[in-house]
């Protein structure tokens, strides 16, 4: 149950896209639909963002986005705001009957 | 008012017991899957275990998977975790969470904190 490989950070200006990757294999995101996404400010608890890799659930806004191809998934944020700065985390159901988290990705905005 | 509260926290020894518990109001649990998802501190999310509605299905990470039990009552909307032969490593914020929708973790508690030290 090794996590999702995602990269520590990344950053952009306000008003620009960042995509953030998810890295797994084909027992997890490879092979599942159960790709999601979570949003993650300092002291809070976690808020889903996109779930069955590319829906969003209600109140979230459109600029936030998924996608999947092959054994990585990704989450892109189009005009990047203030607020947007934090942390952002995948999770994918796996061929074990389990669930695996990745390693977590921090978002500046510049 | 719609939430989760986790409550059983605290300082054990290595070695020790806790037992975790989630009291859902404003809604009722009984009819949703239900996980526990932890996190050290600075740390990432870790998946630790779910139950399935009625109990009948569990499932455990590696890491905890004979030393933690995942339980529910849905008589008393509450959802428990007894963690047993507990490690430095447990140390952890335990978040209790609801799924609302197929494979999405959507309702998270604020959590309770489990520091393991001697």
């Known amino acids: 149950q090794s996590a999702l490989t995602q990269p520590p950070s990344v950053s952009g200006s306000p008003g620009q896209s960042v995509a953030i990757s998810c890295t797994g294999t084909?027992?997890?995101?490879?092979?599942?639909?159960?790709v999601s996404w979570y949003q993650q400010h300092p002291g809070k608890a976690p808020k889903l963002m996109i779930f069955d890799v590319t829906k969003r659930p209600s109140g979230v806004p459109d600029r936030f986005s998924g996608s999947k191809s092959g054994n990585t998934a990704s989450l892109t944020i189009s005009g990047l705001q203030a607020e947007d700065e934090t942390d952002y985390y995948c999770?994918?159901?796996?061929?074990?009957?389990?669930?695996?988290f990745g390693t977590g990705t921090k978002v500046t905005v510049l | 008012e719609v939430q989760l509260v986790e409550s059983g926290g605290g300082l054990v020894q290595p070695g020790g017991s806790l037992r975790l518990s989630c009291a859902a109001s404003?809604?009722?649990?009984?009819?949703?899957?239900m996980h526990w998802v932890r996190q050290a501190p600075g740390k990432g999310l870790v998946w630790v275990s779910y139950i399935n509605s009625d109990g009948s299905i569990t499932h455990y990470a590696d890491s905890v998977k004979g030393r933690f039990t995942i339980s529910r009552d849905n008589a008393k909307n509450t959802l428990s975790l007894q963690m047993n032969s507990l490690r430095v490593d447990d140390a952890a914020i335990y978040y209790c969470?609801?799924?609302?929708?197929?494979?999405?973790?959507?309702?998270w508690g604020q959590g309770t904190m489990v520091a393991v030290s001697s």
């Open positions: 084909s027992s997890d995101v490879g092979g599942q639909n159960y």
């Open positions: 969470v609801v799924v609302l929708t197929a494979g999405a973790f959507d309702m």
């Open positions: 404003g809604f009722t649990l009984s009819s949703h899957w």
């Open positions: 999770c994918s159901y796996t061929a074990s009957y389990t669930y695996v």
